[in-house]
Structures are given as structure tokens and as C-alpha cells.
């Protein structure tokens, strides 16, 4: 979700700087904003592995309605609109604009995805093939079984980088270098302590594993026919 809300906020910075307009996100508070005024809301609703609503831009409309409440929840936030930044602008042409840029990233970050997973497939499978014909099937199945353990052990890694990168964005945009720092302590210490615990967990399950094989296959005999 963190993601997918990135890639509309990046999609609306990316229109405005069409008409030159300077603009960027919030780390705490979705939506875009220009000079910390708010151009665009965010608001969406996932359900079932499919997305409601979406982004709304403020492009040309009455805006003293603002003015009598908390926008989003927060207090003396001001908003603004694209006309008041542009000059010549056109409602339904910003709109087909917004959708066809809009389409354009999600068809990118879609493929993205695709190739990434189907790649660490492909090696995975590879490199199965090699260690097999080289060192035969039990060494193969060996590596197989670690290589899903690996897996597990950098899965917590995934939603924190999705988390941090928009984070990360910002501060690299501002050149706050300690906040790089920050993020960079912070998620590596974060990534140490999930994976250690899982990596342990593993372990222990190799330990135990034996053990418990023989405990309830004792005495257990295949016969094979023939």
C-alpha cells in the first residue's frame, strides 16, 4: 500500500513540474504539496486485493470551503489549486493527463516486479541444474531447501524497504544527511534483529529435526518389490 501510494504522489509531482511547478510529499502525512500548501489528497480503501478511490488534485475550483475546516484532520493546513500556480489550464485535459501518466509508472513498476521475481526464479532454478549434474541430487536438494531458507530469513526486509524508500526520497531531496543516517541505522538494526531471530529459528529446527524423524519413523522399513 506504502508503495502504491508513492507511485500517486510521484505521478502527481512528476505533472506538476510540467508546468513548472516545484512540489513534493509528506513523510507523515500523505498527499503532494507545494510550499507546504496541499494540492493533492490521497484517499484509498483496499478490499479483497482491489483498490477504491484514488487522488484528487486540485486543479480549478473554489477552494474557500477549506478555509471552514481541518483539511485531512489538520489544523491550519492550506491548500492550493493548479490554476492559482499555471496559467491556461484545462480540468479534463489535466485529468487525461494525470490518468495516461499514472499509467504509464504502474504498467513500469508491474513489469518491474514481473522481471525481478521471475529472475531470482530463473537463477534459483539454475542453479539448481549445476549443483545437481556437479555434485548430484542430494547435494541439490540441499541447496534448494537453504535457498527457500534464505528466502524466509530476508522476507521482513521487503516492507521495510517499500516503508523507508519514500522516506529516504525525501531526505535525500533536502540533503538531510543525518536522516539518511537515521533510516540507514535504524532499518539495519531493524533487519539484524528479525532475521538473527529467524535464523535461530532455523536452526533449531535442523537440531530438532533428526530426532524427531527417528522418534516417530522408528522401526519404520519400505519395502521395495521386486
Same mark, same amino acid.
Given at each position: 500500500v506504502r508503495q502504491f501510494i508513492s507511485l500517486l504522489e510521484k505521478t502527481v509531482i512528476e505533472l506538476l513540474a510540467s508546468y513548472g511547478i516545484n512540489s513534493g510529499a509528506h513523510p507523515k502525512r500523505p498527499g503532494v504539496y507545494v510550499q507546504n500548501r496541499k494540492i493533492a489528497s490521497l484517499g484509498l480503501r483496499i478490499r479483497h486485493g482491489v483498490c477504491y478511490h484514488g487522488v484528487a488534485l486540485n486543479v480549478s475550483m473554489n477552494l474557500s470551503p477549506?478555509?471552514?475546516?481541518?483539511?485531512?484532520?489538520?489544523? #491550519?493546513?492550506?491548500?492550493?489549486?493548479?490554476?492559482?500556480?499555471?496559467?491556461?489550464?484545462? @480540468?479534463?485535459? /489535466?485529468?487525461?493527463? *494525470?490518468?495516461?501518466?499514472?499509467?504509464?509508472?504502474?504498467?513500469?513498476?508491474?513489469?518491474? #516486479?514481473?522481471?525481478?521475481?521471475?529472475?531470482?526464479?530463473?537463477?534459483?532454478?539454475?542453479? @539448481?541444474?549445476? /549443483?545437481?549434474?556437479? *555434485?548430484?541430487?542430494?547435494?541439490a536438494g540441499v541447496y534448494a531447501t537453504v535457498a527457500l531458507f534464505s528466502t524466509v530469513i530476508i522476507a521482513p526486509s521487503r516492507p521495510l524497504i517499500s516503508i523507508a524508500t519514500t522516506f529516504l526520497a525525501d531526505a535525500w531531496k533536502a540533503n538531510d544527511l543525518n536522516k539518511i543516517k537515521e533510516l540507514y541505522t535504524k532499518s539495519s538494526i531493524n533487519q539484524l534483529l528479525f532475521g538473527s531471530l529467524i535464523f535461530i529459528g532455523l536452526i533449531l529446527i535442523f537440531l530438532l529435526m533428526p530426532p524427531i524423524v527417528k522418534f516417530f519413523f522408528k522401526g519404520f522399513k519400505v519395502k521395495i518389490a521386486g
Open positions: 477549506f478555509s471552514r475546516i481541518n483539511p485531512c484532520g489538520h489544523e #491550519g493546513l492550506e491548500v492550493t489549486q493548479l490554476s492559482d500556480l499555471a496559467s491556461g489550464v484545462s @480540468t479534463k485535459e /489535466v485529468g487525461i493527463d *494525470l490518468a495516461e501518466r499514472f499509467k504509464k509508472e504502474l504498467i513500469a513498476v508491474s513489469l518491474f #516486479g514481473i522481471l525481478n521475481n521471475a529472475g531470482a526464479t530463473i537463477v534459483t532454478a539454475i542453479d @539448481t541444474i549445476m /549443483v545437481n549434474e556437479e *555434485l548430484g541430487e542430494n547435494q
